[in-house]
């Protein structure tokens, strides 16, 4: 790999790193985890640029890493339990405004590909077709899990005003 080929890597890494952490947060509803999952996600992007020598598009490489790992991580037995040295206070959630706080929740509830369609196709601004083939499912797979997420996260939200 190229001393050219290197520094656009590395203003990727350092331009998209904080895109890629909204994103992931996101995803799994953990500051530390979507920081894990960054990390994780653009060390495979740094490895995989250097064994291919070059990737044409670089975002969308990173998206879709970044979402497989989500998931990958996702179906590990392990993740289901989880120690801790102290134990919390409470949820690590900031201050937010209580629709930030509820669509948070909404999205925690969803199945990994529900939640990783409504993330990319609304809060990426994907289309059908960019979604379906970053997830490697049919668009009709892709506007399902957009459908069937979106109404499960409305009926949470009416449960939490009720």
Same mark, same amino acid.
């Given at each position: 790999?190229?001393?050219?080929?290197?520094?656009?890597?590395?203003?990727?890494?350092?331009?998209?790193?904080?895109?890629?952490?909204?994103s992931?947060?996101?995803?799994? !509803?953990?500051?530390h985890?979507? @920081?894990?999952?960054?990390?994780? &996600? *653009? %060390?495979k992007?740094?490895?995989? /640029? $250097? +064994?291919? !020598?070059?990737?044409?598009?670089? @975002?969308?490489?990173?998206?879709? &890493? *970044? %979402?497989?790992?989500?998931?990958? /991580? $996702? +179906?590990?037995?392990?993740?289901?339990?989880?120690?801790?040295?102290?134990?919390?206070?409470?949820?690590?959630?900031?201050?937010?405004?209580?629709?930030?706080?509820?669509?948070?929740?909404?999205?925690?509830?969803?199945?990994?590909?529900?939640?990783?369609?409504?993330?990319?196709?609304?809060?990426?601004?994907?289309?059908?077709?960019?979604?379906?083939?970053?997830?490697?499912?049919?668009?009709?797979?892709?506007?399902?899990?957009?459908?069937?997420?979106?109404?499960?996260?409305?009926?949470?939200?009416?449960?939490?005003?009720?």
């Amino acid at each position: 790999m190229g001393r050219g080929a290197e520094d656009t890597l590395h203003a990727f890494v350092e331009g998209r790193r904080t895109a890629l952490f909204r994103s992931a947060y996101l995803l799994c !509803g953990d500051r530390h985890e979507a @920081e894990d999952l960054v990390q994780t &996600t *653009l %060390v495979k992007v740094v490895l995989g /640029a $250097r +064994r291919h !020598g070059r990737i044409d598009h670089l @975002e969308a490489y990173a998206r879709k &890493t *970044l %979402v497989n790992t989500f998931i990958a /991580a $996702r +179906r590990r037995f392990w993740r289901r339990e989880q120690a801790y040295g102290e134990v919390p206070d409470g949820p690590g959630v900031s201050v937010d405004s209580d629709t930030g706080l509820m669509v948070r929740a909404a999205l925690a509830r969803l199945a990994p590909k529900q939640r990783a369609v409504l993330v990319l196709r609304y809060w990426d601004d994907l289309s059908v077709a960019e979604t379906a083939e970053l997830l490697g499912m049919r668009e009709s797979t892709v506007k399902s899990h957009a459908a069937r997420g979106i109404a499960a996260m409305r009926a949470a939200v009416r449960e939490e005003h009720v």
